[in-house]
């Protein structure tokens, strides 16, 4: 069983940049494939951005792409991911997420485990 633990979320402006940092314990972290998802008030979860394994392979959702970065470190077993230019529309809490296997698109993966979640508020 693998846990998960985000951080890194707050309030912040428009046009600021804000790191989302999540944690992993449990599990071979370096086997692991992980993303991040974000869901807002009254819509459906969103895929936000993945990376691989061995991190060499990322892909990230239409929303953020050209924005974002996501980052591992899997003697730290954690992955990161920079939002630049921040819209109000990214508002969100943002979710960590593993899959124990995958064989298909980054997006597609069955992930399996979740964290709770931090909230990113881009308001001024």
């Known amino acids: 069983q693998v846990q998960l633990v985000e951080s890194g979320g707050g309030l912040v402006q428009p046009g600021d940049s804000l790191r989302l940092s999540c944690t992993a314990s449990?599990?071979?972290?370096?086997?692991?494939?992980m993303a991040w998802f974000r869901q807002a008030p009254g819509k459906e979860r969103e895929f936000v951005a993945a990376?691989?394994?061995?991190?060499?392979?990322?892909t990230f959702g239409d929303s953020v792409k050209g924005r974002a970065t996501i980052s591992r470190d899997n003697a730290k077993k954690t992955v990161d991911i920079q939002m630049n230019g921040l819209k109000p529309e990214d508002t969100a809490v943002y979710h960590c997420?593993?899959?124990?296997?995958?064989?298909?698109?980054?997006?597609?993966?069955?992930?399996?485990?979740w964290g709770q979640g931090t909230q990113v508020t881009v308001s001024s």
């Open positions: 990376i691989t394994r061995s991190g060499g392979g990322t």
């Open positions: 449990g599990g071979i972290f370096s086997m692991l494939t």
């Open positions: 997420a593993v899959a124990t296997f995958c064989d298909t698109y980054l997006e597609n993966c069955p992930y399996d485990y």
